[in-house]
């Protein structure tokens, strides 16, 4: 039976969350753990993490998780829920020195703890003042954390199915029962029966023509889950990180703005004094991305066309930047041939983080409904997930801090549900929806090319639906995604073997992206206020009469539903955002 198979807890995906869930399911010694990851766990994108992971060690100045809450929340623009973030804050603390136990080798204060920066929005005393709580390791955060997780992985004797795809999920009367994956090496089906499934498949960038994520985050299991019935909160808050490198969109850490980096329009100016006093360039990201395309636009911008602003490091030692930033001083100097040790780098805003995802409770469980109806036997976390942490806006290093936080739980939570459990009954015709979708990429009529169509879902994306957003571009994008659905149909894959048809799973992909666009191009149409990075220049401003709620979006017949959740709100009153 080589291509069923049977785990107690099943995990899909090998990133910071996927291994933190694995990890924690294995301590449970009545339950059997698998990984199923369509890349090799190392070359997850959370290895690609720069700046930090955030969490109130106070090992420079003092820091409390209290004032971490609330800058979570408050940087979310009041969407965050507040028992998450304040669960967050203190949990964070005690998973970054489990890391530390594991081996992570974070880099060092002159007295040997941790190291700490400062990065945007996380501040003193409820935003007096920046504070220093990105914990790191140079600007390889990601790659240390994903390192010392697998390893430890091996060491847990978590089984691991690499280079496996799933493309569907198993729903039997409301409960989840494992996934159909396929195998690349071989193209052959395989249905893995679970008691627990972790969804932690990260990001969905991709849908965006300028984008910091790697060619793999397209979103599967937000489109597969959708495909069953499962909603997508929030999708409509999707994230730009202010320096991506000028056209590429590679990521330069906000770790460069916390070691005192700063961003500089076409005369020089630092501007975001005006647009953040107090913390001018470490402010949000939603804010600052903002702001840069509010220089552009009024001629302020840098270069020939004034289409982009400077990241000025010049003023930094050279020994401070080569020991804390290496990497992105050679991003800079690779692709766009700047020294940042002596001249401005190029940037602009890059497509970056979905705060949306798949719906969780604070336990990771997911629901299916604004009444929080938990789908048994399936969890989600990371960056797929949507326990709503990050509410409206994500703050820099809080995405790490949740897959090790949620990550956690989900692998706790799930090993101890699997372990009280029978397994339910698989039907029959398990594969057949999965192989019904390969034999129509197969067999397609093949006029239209999976490139073509990604190129112009990209493109149209960045115009109508990015940083700014107005109900005419997004109507616009609405009927754009129909077109481009309707030509989806007619695609047809060249490549007809078994063996690594990777362009079988490109167009499968495809299908995947243009159903996360949906989501959130119907979300961003729908609310009709602006809030975090849902910038609506039609809405200018935020509506917490109307609008303090998430969105859950259903696929219903050919098109969408919509469907709302109340805000879990706490002591932290919804106020005007200034910083
Ligand atoms: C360049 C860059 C720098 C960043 N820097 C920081 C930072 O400094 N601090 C911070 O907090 N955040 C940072 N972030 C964000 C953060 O790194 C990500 O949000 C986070 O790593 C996502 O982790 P994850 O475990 O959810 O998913 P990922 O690490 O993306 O892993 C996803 C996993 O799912 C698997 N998968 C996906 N689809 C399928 C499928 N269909 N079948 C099987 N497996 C599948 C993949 O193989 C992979 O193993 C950064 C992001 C980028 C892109």
Known sequence: MKRAHRYDVIVVGAGGAGLMAARYAAQNPNVSVAVISKLYPTRSHTGAAQGGVGAALGNITEDRPEW??????????????QDV????????IDAVYELEHMGLP???????????RKFGGHTREFG????????????????????????QSIKDNVTFFNEFHVLDIVIVDGECRGVVAFELATGELHTFHAKSTVIASGGNGRMFKVTSNAHALTGDLMSVVYRRGIPIE??????????????????????????GGILRNGSGERFMERYAPTIKDLAPRDMVSRAMYFEIRDGNGVGPDKDYIHLDLTHIDREIIESRLPDITEFARIYLGVDPVTEPVPVQPTAHYAMGGIPTNIDTEVIRDGNDTVVPGLYAAGEVACASLHGANRLGTNSLGDLIVFGRRAGVNAARFAAASPY???????????????????????KEKVAHIRKELQTTMMDHA??????????RQVEIL????????????????????TELMEAVELGFLLDNAEQLVHGALNRTESRGAHSREDYKERDDDSWLKHTLIYREGDGVRIDFKPVTLGKYEPKPRVY
């Open 85 to 92: 973030a304040e669960a967050f804050a203190y949990e964070v």
């Open 424 to 446: 339910g009954e698989l039907p029959k015709t398990v594969q057949d929806y999965t192989h019904e979708l390969l034999q129509r990429l197969r067999h397609g009529l093949g």
């Open 106 to 116: 974070f880099s060092r204060t002159p007295d040997g703890r941790i190291a700490q």
């Open 128 to 151: 007096k003042s920046a504070v220093e709580r990105a914990c790191y390791a140079a600007d390889r955060t990601g790659h240390m954390i994903l390192q010392t997780l697998y390893q």
């Open 68 to 81: 971490h809450a609330f800058d979570t929340i408050k940087g979310g623009d009041y969407l965050t829920d």
């Open 466 to 475: 990015s940083v700014f957003r107005t109900q005419e571009t997004l109507s």
């Open 234 to 259: 929030d999708p409509e808050f999707y994230q730009f990180h202010p320096t991506g490198l000028y056209r590429i969109g590679v990521l330069l850490t906000e770790g460069a703005r916390g070691e």
């Open 482 to 501: 129909r077109e481009l659905k309707e030509r989806y149909q007619s695609v047809g894959v060249e490549d007809g073997g078994q063996q690594y048809n």
